[in-house]
């Protein structure tokens, strides 16, 4: 079953999955070494930076539920602003995650294996940094409980037809079933770890985390069953949260909100940004835990390819969305948009249009999917970009809506600025205790890759020659002396 | 400085002077520092009249005691719970505005227009409704200062003890009273008692916005200083020239109900033509306005007698522009029309002939508006020429000891008279004062007044009739009233202010109709009757004859008194700080109002700082740049700039205009030079977008095409297409509002009351800068038209219109805005966690966030202004207009007690209240009677963003201009 989809692909991309002659050795040394080893100078260093943001985002935090929303710039008629821009753009970088492991899983396609723990991982942190802002942005955050339907002595219950009752339904279930398939995954690696463990310690430590897992025939017949399961019950949500998200604004009656596009151009909006995310987490990764043989060039530019395909949709929205403001005829919206493009943050606009729309298009070349530097500055260009959009979205169709005499604009004060960056740091802290304690490459699916290969190529001697590496990742880094 | 530490007593032992000597005193480490021997004010004034009566050998009765009653009804009428409403009065200028307070449990909490008085007819205005805030001011002073020092009353008793004595013997040499403006009887008695005591003492009266020229006119054109009465009902055409007569300031009131009465288009609409230099109330509301330099209001008003008044025929004529002199003829000939049904304005801060000239003009046209008075104020010479005299005197050292009851002269005083620095070296100098203010800082003894509130007192209306003012609250500040203060010199000091006024009344009422006064709060019938007057046509040529020198360099400056301070006396009055301008949108400080045109002359754009240099040294403004101002010339509202020291709200809040008036020419200057600075100030201004952007908000139109088209606003009401079968609200109570926006002046005095009557918090001016402001009801204010240098205006209340389908509710995740089944839009405050999503979702932006916890901060007295039947809203809330639902409730619940449905007019909101032109209604939908069903039918009726399928339970009626066909 799965040589056929193999056989299939590798006739339209030879190139390799995994470079060399590898064995199940040495996938363990080069996967697990990285937790084994003692953290670099360069570790420490990013994870102080991560440590100062996580500091940054604490005070920012205290100030806000300290002295209140005020300390915001937000205002009358900007009542959303960067908290919200934040949520969605987190919500959005998390998508990435659960569409290569649960989607990309379905499909058979082999390249997800050395990426998809990476790319939970980041997903599982992203939701934790999206989900501090709907509680932050509230003007009574110790009240954010009665957003759920608990059983109030009032008898209270909240109001179903709110989009926001949705997201909290729709955020706790993404973060949870994001959590339960990232640590599903994990649990035969984490009992490899345990194996190796130079520890008495750490063998217990990862041996609890393992929850006993012995590798019998019984163990995986359950645990592929398991992993399907949850991949089908998460294609939904790949689907379903940045649709609710999209929500928030488009059961809104405000011009530049109400819109029917917004789901779909919303989801190929956060694959779009995640996978961004991916590659600017990725390249740096890959190349300081020595990864390259099971993360290749092959990998990285599937992934420009995804980027290339929703970033024309994101593009594809931004058009339509202007098309409908004029074709409707709805003067308040062909306001908001003439507002976008002319008014306080008509930079801001220009680069949401450069960063998502134009620069990708670069990615139709082979050279630009090829070059890991180039790649890496688009991926961070197509973040800064998503944000931007996401605060275009979210500020300017607030800024001028329907009476001209509460427009206003919008400043952002050091909170938010401080909350964002915070944010920023720590999820880099997290992600950094993530790549230290447990593999950021699914062990056991690449050692499954490597057999499955190798099987390949014993059945086929004669399509031998397409599994060499035919290309070698150094080669490709031409910039590299 | 030394330090001001009020003299504090917590128990009657410490008050005693026990405070060491008893173990259970409070510990040394908590003594109170020395004190001067604290007396309390009753004492003093019971001292200090004995005392004089000693000194005099007059006045031997000492009648008893008199407690300082805060009700006219019995006390034990007071229900916990149940407010009751006092007539009492606000006097300024002199002039009396007859008030109903309401109180709750002996603290005022909300001020009304009394219904059935002549000046108020139960409007209020901006200043009324701010001045309750006042009185809890914690800034206010509370104590007796000598050369700021506190001491007590017994020290003050002392020292006056001696003065009297003296003061007696010389006859009252040297003894001055610098007062307020007054038309109070009870102040015109004591006057004459000591002067018959004092003979050679002298009074004054000082006001920074005097109508010192209203009366030179009327001496110039009538022979007397009669008072010119208009009668709004009797007018079709109106011209104002520079008359702000509708901005709802002191004595407006009566006139803009009855304007407002006749602009419902119709045979009988009026027309309001308005000249004037920066742009006002009254000429936003106009159907005509010119825009014109102070000096060329002047040729207007000369140009339109010329065409007008047969006598002045042969006036040279004016150097007008095209535009002018087609304004001019077209209102010549439109008032000449309209023959008797015809009146011209003059604002106050004209000069004489202008007022000459109108009075010459109304009587040219027979107009039956107008009607001449006696005066009802006792000095007509309250302004700059009067203070003169005084200072003068101060410095020949004629003055031996100055009263100062008047607010403020030191501050509001021509920069040229130099009149604090005279007062420093006035060897004995008394204050009464609300605040330690510009004057407190120079004057020798400085006493606490007490606030209108606190006050006993009458004075008269704009039409003579006789008003008392009845203290709600027992002084809070251990004020002094200005009764009291006069009286201690008659060696009657020991008696309180309402014994005074009893005596003065004694003989015209007994105990019954007294009573009956004081609850009514004023004399029916006892206005001054109208005079004949003849006009005198020659003096008034004479004068016009000689042609004014007006200096060409230069800018002229405008001088305007502002709209929430008035003169300053309100600058520390947070409410009206906040509240914008009415013309400008600008809150917590004034500015320099330019044309586009000059702005763009000087290089200077919104917000730059400027300097405007006229006599002394220059004042710094920064630009607000005001489309239909006249070129060439700046406006300023005075006001600003506070530097007292105990109004720490107004301090260095806005700039100061005193250095820019002279007294010769306090209100227009010529020759003033404006120098961009190259700094700039971001101005908080609560309104950044001044045009609609083409859309139908706030609809106007004229008469003629209206009447052309009636159907013009049938697609913008009713119930949209849906699909959803709409709630049935046809039983029970449907409750809706109806605004007129032809009624609408922009006044704003409906958003501060409802400041008032819904707690709503102050944020502070950075705050509004980032548009935070929390006022439930804004006015928005747009220009229309293409000319952006001189549009036209409209002003749109805007409040929660409580959509049938709101757009909030159902975005809510925690159900905190929910629909009550009489049609209301509620707000749940304690369940609300302030996701901000309603906002964002309300088409009308209404809803307002609080972003601090702006109610935490207030002090102890600040804190009895709220309304106990209004949620004090916690920080990170939402909040909204309610339409008021504790009054909805509260006459449910009388008339369920009473067991009858609601009564047609008993229920009424804070806006509706207030609003002095009535253009607002509330009442119930159902009832085809009511008035808001009767404007809900209305062909001028529509419903803001119509189109958005909200079902806006407020009515909008568009504004019909009743346009001029040859100026069209």
Same mark, same amino acid.
């Given at each position: ?5 193999? =056989? ?12 060399g ?10 996967i ?15 994870f ?12 920012a935090?205290?100030?806000t539920?300290g002295?209140?929303?005020g300390m915001?710039?937000n205002?009358?008629?900007v ?7 934040n949520?969605?753009?987190?919500i ?5 995650g ?9 499909? &058979?396609?082999?390249?997800?294996t050395?990426?998809n ?7 599982l942190?992203?939701?934790m940094q ?7 942005h509230?003007g009574?955050?110790?009240y ?6 608990y ?7 909240p109001q179903?037809?709110?989009p926001?009752m ?8 993404y973060f ?17 770890l345990?194996?190796?463990?130079s520890?008495?310690l ?8 393992a929850?006993g ?5 019984r163990?995986?017949?359950?645990y592929k ?17 940045h649709?609710?998200?999209s929500?928030d604004?488009a059961v809104?009656i405000?011009?530049?909100w109400?819109?029917?596009i917004?789901?779909?151009?919303f989801v ?12 600017t987490?990725m390249?740096p990764a ?14 990285l530019?599937a992934m420009?390819k995804?980027?290339?395909?929703t970033s @024309?949709?994101v ?21 908001v948009?003439k ?13 949401m ?6 620069i990708?298009?670069?990615?139709w070349?082979?050279?630009?999917r090829?070059?890991?530097y180039?790649?890496?500055?688009i ?11 996401r ?6 169709s607030?800024?001028?809506d329907?009476?001209?005499?509460s ?13 964002f960056t ?9 992600f950094?205790?993530f ?7 699914a ?5 499954e890759l490597?057999?499955e ?10 399509h031998a020659?397409e599994n ?7 080669e490709? =880094?031409?910039?590299?002396? | 400085?030394?330090s001001?530490?009020?003299p ?5 032992e410490e008050h005693a002077g026990s405070?060491g ?8 480490e908590?003594?109170?520092?020395v004190?001067?021997?604290? @007396? /309390? ?7 200090l #009249? ?22 006219t009804?019995?006390p ?7 407010p009751?409403h ?7 200028g002199g002039?009396a ?14 001020? =009304?227009?009394?219904p ?6 139960g ?7 701010g ?7 914690p800034?206010? %002073?509370?104590?007796?200062?000598n050369r700021?020092t ?6 003050y008793?002392?020292s006056m003890?001696?003065?009297a004595?003296?003061?007696r013997?010389k006859r009252?040499a040297g ?16 006057r004459e008692?000591?002067?018959d ?5 002298k009074f004054s ?5 005097p ?16 008072e010119?009465?208009?009668?709004f009902?009797k007018?079709?055409?109106i ?9 709802s ?6 006139? @803009?109900?009855a ?6 288009p ?7 033509y308005s ?5 006002s109330?009254?000429g936003?509301t ?8 102070p000096s ?8 339109l007698?010329?065409r007008?008044?047969?006598?002045f025929?042969?006036?040279a004529?004016?150097k007008?522009?095209a /535009?002018?002199?087609k304004f ?8 000449? +029309? ?9 604002g106050?801060r004209?000069?004489?002939l ?5 009075h010459?003009i109304n009587a040219? %046209?027979g107009?039956?508006a107008?009607s001449y ?6 000095d007509?010479?309250a ?9 003068e005197?101060?410095r020949?050292?004629a003055?031996?000891t100055?009263v100062?009851?008047a ?8 920069e ?15 204050y009464?004062?609300?605040f /330690?203010d510009e004057?407190?800082?120079r004057? #020798?003894w400085v006493?606490?007044?007490t606030?209108t509130?606190e006050t006993?007192?009458d004075?008269r ?18 004020g002094?009233?200005e ?5 201690a010199f ?6 309180s202010?309402?014994s005074?006024?009893r005596e003065?009344?004694?003989?015209r009422?007994d105990d ?5 006064w004081?609850s009514?709060?004023f004399i029916?019938d006892?206005?001054t009757p109208?005079?004949?007057?003849a006009v ?5 040529a ?25 003169d300053g ?8 700080l ?6 400008t949108?600008l809150?917590?400080e004034?500015?320099?109002l330019?044309s ?9 754009? &919104? ?8 006599h002394?040294?220059p ?6 740049i ?16 506070r530097?007292?020291? #105990?109004?720490?709200l107004a301090?260095?809040v ?10 010769d ?21 609560t309104?950044q977008h001044?045009?609609m ?12 095409l209206?009447k052309k =088209?009636?159907?013009l606003?049938e697609k913008?009401?009713?119930i949209?297409?849906?699909a959803?079968?709409?709630? /049935?609200y046809?039983?029970?109570?449907k409750?809706? @509002?109806?605004?007129d %926006?032809s009624r609408?002046?922009?006044c ?9 009557e ?5 944020? #502070? ?7 935070r ?6 006015i928005d ?7 952006l ?6 002003t749109?209340?805007?409040?929660c ?9 159902y975005?809510?995740p925690v159900?905190?805005t929910v629909h009550s089944?009489?049609g209301?839009?509620e707000?749940?405050y304690n369940?609300?966690?302030g996701?901000r999503?309603?906002s964002?979702?309300?088409p009308y932006?209404v809803?307002?966030f609080?972003?601090?916890?702006y109610n ?5 007295t600040?804190?009895?202004v709220f309304?106990?039947n209004?949620t ?19 006459? +449910?619940i009388r008339?369920?007690v ?6 047609k007019?008993e ?5 509706q ?18 008035l ?5 039918r209305d ?5 803001l ?5 909200t ?10 201009r ?7």
């Open positions: 079953m799965a040589q056929t989809a193999l =056989e299939a692909r590798a006739e339209l991309d030879p190139r390799p999955l995994m470079i002659e590898q064995d199940d050795g040495s996938l363990n040394k080069s697990l070494d990285f937790v084994w080893a003692k953290p670099s100078k360069g570790w420490w260093a990013l102080l930076l991560g440590m100062a943001g996580t500091g940054l985002l604490t005070m935090i205290s100030v539920i002295k209140g929303i915001w710039g205002n009358i008629p009542a959303w602003a960067y908290g919200i821009v949520f969605v753009w987190w959005g970088i998390g998508h990435a659960t569409l290569i492991s649960a989607i990309l899983l379905l499909f &058979q396609q082999k390249w997800r050395s990426i723990r990476f790319a939970e991982a980041m997903t942190f992203a939701v999206a989900g501090l802002f709907p509680i932050l509230l009574r955050p110790w954010a409980y009665w957003l759920f339907p059983p109030a002595t009032y008898h209270l219950w179903f037809k709110s926001l949705w997201d909290v339904f729709a955020v706790s279930t949870i079933s994001s959590f339960l398939f990232w640590y599903l995954g994990l649990i035969p690696d984490l009992a490899s345990r194996d190796s463990s520890t008495r750490k063998r217990r430590v990862y041996g609890v985390f929850l897992w012995r590798g019998s025939a163990h995986w017949h359950h069953i398991a992993y399907l399961l949850l991949a089908g019950l998460c294609t939904p949500l790949v689907v379903s949260v649709t609710i998200v929500w604004f809104a405000l011009p530049g109400h819109t029917t917004f789901p779909p151009y190929a909006g956060a694959v779009f940004s995640g996978f961004a995310m991916v590659i987490l390249v890959r190349k300081v835990m020595g990864l390259k043989n099971v993360i290749t060039a092959r990998h530019e420009c995804v980027i290339l395909v @024309m949709i593009g594809y929205g931004y058009a339509m969305e202007h098309f409908f403001a004029w074709y409707s005829g709805n003067e308040y919206e062909a306001h948009f507002n976008r493009a002319v008014g306080q943050f008509k930079y801001v606009y220009f680069m249009w450069t960063c998502n729309v134009i990708p298009q670069l990615f070349f082979r050279w630009f090829s070059n890991i180039v790649m890496w500055i991926s961070v260009l197509i973040n800064v970009g998503m944000w931007t959009e605060f275009v979205i979210v500020v300017t607030l800024q001028q329907y009476l001209p005499s427009w206003a604009d919008y400043h952002p004060t050091w909170v938010d600025w401080s909350l915070g944010t920023l740091g720590f999820f880099g802290m997290l950094l205790l790549l230290k304690f447990v593999p950021a490459v062990l056991s699916e690449v050692k490597r057999h290969l190798e099987h390949a190529r014993r059945e086929h001697p004669e020659h060499q590496p035919v290309m070698d990742l150094s490709m =880094e031409g910039a590299k002396p | 400085m030394p001001l530490k009020l504090l007593w917590r128990s009657v405070a000597l008893d173990p259970t005193g409070p510990s040394p908590f003594a109170a520092p004190q001067p021997v604290t @007396m /309390d004010r009753r004492s003093f004034v019971q001292l #009249g004995a005392a004089s009566a000693l000194a005099a050998s007059a006045g031997c009765f000492k009648p008893p005691d008199d407690k300082v009653l805060p009700y009804r019995q034990e009428e007071v229900m916990p719970g149940n009751l006092y007539a009492s009065a606000s006097v300024l002039y505005t007859g008030l109903l307070v309401t109180a709750h449990e002996g603290r005022p909490t909300k001020v =009304e227009g009394n059935e008085h002549p000046s108020s007819m409007a209020s205005g901006v200043l009324e409704q001045m309750l805030l006042q009185l809890y001011d800034h206010r %002073l509370g104590f007796v200062m700021r506190a001491r007590s009353w017994h020290d008793l002392g003890l001696e003065k004595r003296e003061l013997e009252g003894l001055r009273f610098l007062l307020e403006p007054s038309s109070s009887p009870m102040i015109a008695r004591l008692r000591l002067l005591l004092y003979p050679l003492a009266t000082w006001s920074a916005i109508l010192q020229q209203i009366n030179d006119g009327a001496q110039l054109a009538l022979g007397a200083p009669y010119t009465r208009l009668d009902s007018a079709q055409v011209a104002s020239i520079d008359d702000d007569f509708l901005s300031l002191p004595g407006t009131l009566p006139g @803009m109900r304007f407002a009465e006749r602009r419902a119709g045979e009988s609409q009026n027309r309001l000249v004037e230099t920066s742009v109330v009254t936003m106009a159907d005509h306005r010119l825009r014109a330099r060329q209001v002047v040729s207007v008003a000369l140009a007698a010329a007008l008044v047969p006598q025929a042969s006036l004529p004016q007008l522009s /535009d002018q002199s001019v003829d077209a209102l010549a000939r439109d008032l000449k +029309r309209a023959g008797s049904q015809s009146v011209v304005l003059v106050p004209q000069p004489p202008v007022h000459g000239l109108v010459a040219a %046209l107009s039956a107008v008075a006696k005066p009802v104020l006792h007509l010479d302004g700059p020429r009067a203070l003169r005299t005084l200072t005197e101060i020949a050292g003055v031996d100055l100062i009851t607010w403020n002269p030191a501050y509001g005083a021509p040229d008279l130099n009149f604090g620095t005279a007062l420093s070296s006035v060897p004995t100098s008394v009464r004062s609300l /330690d004057t407190a800082a004057a #020798g006493l606490p007044a606030h509130l006993w007192g004075a209306a704009h039409d003579g009739t006789i008003t008392f003012q009845q203290p709600l609250i027992s002084p809070l500040f251990n002094i009233t009764i009291e203060t006069l009286a008659l060696g009657e000091g020991d008696r202010a309402y005074q006024l003065l009344y004694k003989d009422a019954q109709l007294w009573e009956k004081l009514d709060g029916k006892s206005a109208a005079e004949k007057v005198r046509f020659d003096a008034i004479a004068l016009a004859a000689r042609p004014a020198a007006v200096a060409s360099v230069g800018y002229e400056l405008n001088v305007i008194p502002d709209y929430k301070l008035w006396r309100f600058a520390n009055d947070a409410w009206l906040e509240l914008p301008c009415p013309v949108k809150s917590w004034n500015a320099a330019l586009p045109a000059t702005a763009r002359e000087l290089g200077a754009v &919104q917000g730059d700082l400027i300097d405007i240099g006229l002394g040294p004042a710094h403004a920064p630009v607000l005001l489309p239909g101002h006249a070129d060439g010339a700046v406006s300023v509202a005075m006001g600003w700039g530097k007292g020291s #105990g109004e720490q301090e260095n806005g700039f100061d205009t005193a250095t820019l008036r002279h007294s020419a306090p209100w227009f200057a010529a020759g003033a030079t404006l120098t961009p600075v190259g700094r700039t100030h971001p101005l908080a201004l309104q001044h045009v952007e083409g859309r139908a908000l706030a609809v106007f139109t004229t008469a003629a209206f =088209e009636p159907q606003l913008q009401r009713g949209p297409a849906t959803h079968e709409p709630h /049935d046809s039983h029970g109570y409750w809706g @509002m109806a605004i %926006l609408c002046t922009g704003t005095a409906c958003s501060i009351a409802c400041q008032a819904n707690n709503i918090p102050v944020v #502070g001016k950075d705050n509004v800068r980032k548009n402001e929390m006022h439930w009801l804004r204010r747009y220009f229309t038209g293409d000319d240098e001189n549009p036209g205006f409209v749109q209340p805007v409040a219109v409580h959509c049938e389908m709101a757009p909030c509710e975005v809510c159900n905190a089944d009489e209301l839009n707000m749940v369940r609300c966690v996701t999503y309603c964002n979702n309300c932006k809803r307002r609080n972003f601090f916890a935490n901060d207030y002090s102890d600040e804190k009895m309304n106990p209004v004090v809203r916690a920080r990170g809330v939402m909040e909204k207009c309610t339409y008021c639902v504790q009054r909805i409730e509260r006459v +449910r008339s369920s009473e067991e009858r449905p609601m009564r007019g229920l009424v909101t804070a806006c209240q207030a609003c002095p032109t009535q253009a607002i209604v509330f009442g119930d939908l159902n009832d085809p009677a009511s808001v069903s009767e404007w809900s062909e001028r009726r529509y419903d963003l119509y189109e958005l399928g079902r806006p339970r407020t009515a909008y009626l568009a504004r019909i009743n346009e001029n066909p040859e100026l069209a």
